[in-house]
């Protein structure tokens, strides 16, 4: 597939990067490319220190592991750990076959997903498999609302329209990963704000960026939780050090607060 970029709707500081990664996607896959979706913070609420670069690509056919295994480790070659690199930024890219999510159903299964979280795994030669993603209603929505068209068709007319239940469902099931210290250990701050989000989300029907979302949030929370989310919010602004790890007591309590007021958010 012939790869045309929407230059003037993606952010000047990253277009080489994210052409590049076309490139390299176009090269791995060929004929089976059915199109590319620039969505996230690059479009939506502008990049921050720490945002990735969010690309969906969907393809007509399954990968072979052969494929897998070369895109994967010619994507680590193209993508830095957040805040790390003065160019490169993390490239995070979700790979679906349209076969696999139109007509939707949930949970929806993914082909591949690449994020600077797995660099250890990969680099160790471990590829996941395609697997079932409850995440993928969430993703889907956000990138029929708003995304840049890289290749391909425009994401609505692309997807089907995730129905309103299975977006609640994706939620309920992103936040029992999270239930005591050791499932947020080392991700505190994006943890924090993916609470945040989650919040906002079921409350208003609506997907915002992470800083929107957030400070929403903040005007919400109790004055004994309002330090986690803000100093969450500030780091990924690239306004203040992180130092959530440090305060588990303070994190956990702030987790539990936010979870129940979700809860009661629920119709």
Not at 148 to 160: H, I, R
Request: proline letters at 5%; charged letters at 20%; glycine letters at 4%.
């Amino acid at each position: 597939m012939n790869v045309t970029h929407t230059h003037q709707s993606v952010p000047a500081s990253i277009a080489g990067q994210v052409a590049g990664a076309c490139k390299l996607l176009s090269h791995h896959l060929g004929d089976t490319l059915r199109a590319i979706h620039l969505f996230g913070s690059a479009i939506d609420g502008g990049l921050k220190p720490c945002s990735d670069i969010d690309l969906l690509v969907t393809i007509n056919s399954p990968l072979s592991t052969g494929v897998r295994r070369a895109l994967m480790q010619d994507l680590l070659m193209i993508s830095a750990w957040p805040a790390t690199h003065d160019i490169i930024r993390a490239l995070e890219i979700t790979i679906v076959v349209h076969d696999a999510v139109v007509p939707w159903q949930y949970p929806a299964w993914r082909e591949l997903q690449f994020g600077e979280w797995l660099r250890t795994e990969l680099e160790s030669g471990h590829h996941q498999e395609a697997c079932a993603d409850h995440d993928l209603a969430i993703l889907l929505t956000q990138a029929r609302q708003h995304s840049v068209c890289l290749a391909g068709p425009p994401a609505a007319a692309l997807f089907d329209p995730i129905p309103e239940a299975d977006l609640r469902r994706a939620y309920s099931e992103t936040l029992a990963q999270w239930n005591e210290a050791a499932d947020w250990q080392g991700e505190e701050r994006n943890i924090a704000l993916a609470l945040a989000r989650i919040w906002f989300s079921i409350s208003t029907n609506t997907i915002a960026p992470k800083h929107i979302a957030a400070q929403w949030a903040l005007e919400r929370l109790p004055p004994e939780h309002e330090s986690v989310l803000s100093t969450a919010l500030a780091a990924y602004l690239g306004q203040a050090e992180d130092d959530l790890a440090d305060r588990s007591a303070q994190m956990a309590r702030f987790v539990h607060y936010v979870r129940s007021a979700i809860a009661q958010s629920q119709p």
